[in-house]
């Protein structure tokens, strides 16, 4: 079955823009986590969706925010964008809490400009 | 507080050597779960191990074991024969009751032919 499906792979951005990016989680998975991962601070939580409303959220400034449709698929967004947003942006679909099927995907580089 | 420290950034050894990689964690759920990622240089955090709080048995798969000990808050990784397929970024990671991850820092290994 497929996997967890990020895009765009790369992007890259100007300071001040803001950026959208997309996670298809796999085929039945209703909850979406987004991660932030830096060579300074590591893989940091950002939010996590389930049936279309946020149920956590991770000590970001609000210029971080997402959605989930009701297909379960999620979008990330970020505004005014910094040069220190410059990270690989990984999201994660799961069946259930628990971290029971809990499945990555590859991951979408931001670098900010 | 939730925390997951893994102490050794980067580890080389010669193909065929044993290696482990250290995990200690601190939380003050009852109820938790424990994870191993490898983090290929793709990106994708590739799923290794799930371990809930509840079952202290080591387990082995194939070059891989895993030895768990609540008693010194540790989740401890060993390679066996390592080959050089398995350098990577490795990552453990502490699943909280609230479904969200924390991780470690990371382990680089580099397993050189």
């Known amino acids: 079955k497929a996997g967890v499906t990020q895009t765009p792979r790369y992007l890259i951005k100007t300071r001040g823009q803001q950026v959208t990016l997309s996670c298809s989680p796999i085929?039945?998975?209703?909850?979406v986590s987004w991660y932030q991962q830096t060579p300074g601070q590591g893989l940091q939580f950002l939010f996590e969706?389930?049936?279309?409303?946020?149920?956590n959220k991770g000590n970001f400034p609000g210029r971080f925010s997402g959605r989930q449709f009701s297909n379960s698929r999620s979008e990330m967004n970020v505004s005014t964008l910094e040069l220190g947003d410059s990270a690989l942006y990984l999201c994660?679909?799961?069946?259930?809490?628990?971290?029971?099927?809990?499945?990555f995907g590859s991951g979408t580089r931001l670098t900010v400009v | 507080a939730q925390k997951v420290t893994q102490a050794q950034t980067e580890i080389s050894v010669v193909e065929k050597e044993d290696v482990t990689l250290d995990c200690v964690y601190e939380?003050?759920?009852?109820?938790?779960?424990l994870f191993w990622y490898k983090q290929p240089p793709s990106g994708e955090l590739v799923f290794l191990i799930r371990?809930?709080?509840?079952?202290?048995q080591n387990e082995i798969s194939g070059r891989y074991s895993w030895n768990f000990q609540k008693s010194t808050s540790s989740f401890n990784f060993t390679i066996t024969a390592s080959q050089v397929v398995d350098s990577a970024v490795y990552f453990c990671?502490?699943?909280?009751?609230?479904?969200?991850?924390?991780f470690g820092s990371g382990t680089k290994l580099n397993v050189k032919p």
């Open positions: 990671a502490l699943l909280s009751n609230f479904n969200k991850f924390y």
């Open positions: 939380t003050r759920d009852t109820t938790y779960y």
């Open positions: 969706y389930f049936s279309e409303t946020q149920r």
């Open positions: 371990r809930n709080s509840f079952d202290e």
């Open positions: 085929s039945g998975h209703r909850s």
């Open positions: 994660a679909s799961s069946l259930a809490p628990g971290g029971y099927g809990y499945t």
